[in-house]
């Protein structure tokens, strides 16, 4: 018998879902550049140079990024343990990211990202334990 999905699953799920729009509206914006939606890049300048620079590969990023976040969005909502795991990994990638921009870039702004993201990989890593305990 499935166990109930516990209320911080549920919000993980909704954030991962809120992720995967994001990844698809951006995917949007950088196959159909010049529409009238090009005006929400104000909110990330750098983001999109960034996309410029590397060109069609941006898509395929941000596909992958878009892909991983529903996947696991799907897992977590399912309360599964794959699930989990699959946000642990996406989050770990996101700590290393956000690690590096601030040791290479030295962008103190991605600092904020840390303990948060630390915080749900430790809140996912113990209901992946719990459920291989069991």
């Known amino acids: 018998m499935k166990s109930a999905t516990p209320v911080g699953m549920k919000l993980l799920a909704l954030f991962f879902a809120f992720g995967t729009c994001v990844c698809a509206l951006t995917i949007v914006l950088l196959i159909f550049p010049g529409t009238m939606l090009d005006s ?12 410029q620079s590397i060109g069609w590969l941006s898509i395929l990023l941000m596909a992958t990024v878009d892909t991983a976040c529903g996947l696991v969005a799907i897992g977590l909502a399912r309360n599964t343990t794959w699930g989990c795991w699959l946000g642990i990994l996406v989050l770990t990638v996101n700590l290393v990211g956000d690690l590096t921009n601030v040791l290479l870039r030295h962008d103190l702004r991605t600092l904020i990202g840390v303990p948060i993201a630390g915080a749900m ?6 209901c992946a334990g719990t459920r291989s305990s069991r």
Do not use: G, I, K, M
């Open 121 to 126: 990989v430790v809140y996912l890593y113990r």
């Open 40 to 51: 929400l890049w104000r909110l990330n300048p750098e983001a999109h140079a960034a996309f």
